[in-house]
C-alpha cells in the first residue's frame, strides 16, 4: 500500500469509523435497545455502556486510574 493510498483510508476513516471498535458499538446498541423493550415498567433504561467490550488490561486500567482520581481529591479536600 503506498502512503498515499494509506493517508487516503485514514481520511475514510474519520469519515466512516470501520472495525472490531465500530462494531463493539453497533452490538452495544442493539443490545440496549432491545434491553430497554423489555424492561420491567417503571425501572430505569439501561445504558449502552452495560454491553460495550472492554479487554480485561483496559478494565483494570480505567479502575486504577479511577482510585487513583478518588484518592486525589480526597487528599485535597482533607488539606
Known amino acids: 500500500m503506498s502512503a498515499r ?3 487516503g483510508w485514514q481520511a ?3 469519515i466512516e469509523p470501520f472495525g472490531a471498535d465500530r462494531d463493539n458499538w ?3 446498541r442493539i443490545a440496549q435497545i432491545l434491553a430497554n423493550i ?3 415498567s ?3 433504561p439501561v445504558g449502552m455502556s452495560e454491553f460495550m467490550y472492554v479487554d480485561q488490561k483496559t478494565d ?3 479502575k486504577e486510574q479511577a482510585t487513583l ?3 486525589m481529591q ?3 479536600e482533607s488539606n
Open 12 to 14: 475514510y476513516y474519520q
Open 74 to 76: 480526597r487528599s485535597v
Open 26 to 28: 453497533h452490538s452495544a
Open 69 to 71: 482520581t478518588w484518592l
Open 38 to 40: 423489555y424492561r420491567k
Open 5 to 7: 493510498e494509506f493517508m
Open 42 to 44: 417503571g425501572s430505569a
Open 60 to 62: 483494570r486500567e480505567r
